[in-house]
């Protein structure tokens, strides 16, 4: 089982839709989650980020985040051509005891006009 | 200021070369990393630095050599480098260690190419 699963994509939602990202962890010791955005061709970002379970919002973002299911999700509101992009989930699993962060496989959305 | 910078961004060399990647960021971060990105592939960590010590070694070859010279700056040596090398290197630097690591800033990177 790997650590952290997203699945690949890609995900096509219409321009203004809610595209809906998810991600699964293995490790239940896992105390930090985050969600980087990476254009083609450029480096991730880091758009999101959620440590305590329930929602989190930042403008059209919001983390979801339930620790008894082992799962987190990006929400995108309005989606825009521009969102169009890979999504990385990650993870500091063991507790926090080591700063290594795992990605999953990233799930590409594509925001058609 | 919350840029990390890379140089150079474009590098290619032979497998018998010497080079290195330089890495630099002022934002008084005291976490570097290394990341290795193939295509279609998430960033795959190599080295993390915390206040300068070299804290994790992802059984990197020795082929490649990280040097940490303060804290704002993180080098990667590159000698005798085989063609499955090219790839994206991407630094990264986060506040430190413990559960905010991972909230990094990533360089631009350099796209390596090992002829």
């Known amino acids: 089982q790997k650590e952290v699963e997203q699945n690949s994509g890609p995900l096509s939602v219409p321009e203004g839709a809610i595209a809906s990202l998810n991600c699964t962890y293995s490790d239940r010791g896992s105390q930090s989650f985050f969600w980087y955005r990476q254009y083609s061709g450029k480096s991730p970002e880091l758009i999101m980020f959620i440590y305590s379970n329930g929602d989190k919002e930042d403008g059209r973002f919001t983390a979801q985040l339930n620790k008894a299911s082992q799962y987190v999700s990006l929400l995108i509101r309005d989606s825009q051509p521009s969102d169009s992009a890979t999504y990385l989930c990650a993870v500091i699993p063991y507790g926090g005891a080591t700063n290594k962060l795992i990605f999953g496989t990233g799930t590409l959305l594509a925001v058609q006009p | 200021d919350t840029e990390v910078t890379q140089t150079p961004k474009h590098l290619v060399m032979g497998m018998t070369n010497k080079k290195s990647l330089k890495c630099e960021q002022h934002m008084g971060h005291r976490a570097m990393y290394w990341y290795k990105q193939k295509a279609k592939k998430p960033p795959e960590l190599m080295f993390v630095?915390?206040?300068?010590?070299?804290?994790i070694n992802e059984s990197v070859p020795s082929r490649f050599s990280p040097e940490c010279p303060n804290s704002s700056l993180l080098n990667l040596h590159l000698h005798a480098l085989q063609p499955e090398d090219s790839a994206l290197y991407l630094c990264a630097s986060s506040q430190g260690p413990g559960p905010g690591a991972g909230e990094q800033y990533f360089g631009p990177g350099t796209r390596l190419t090992v002829t």
């Open positions: 630095y915390s206040y300068e010590k070299l804290s």
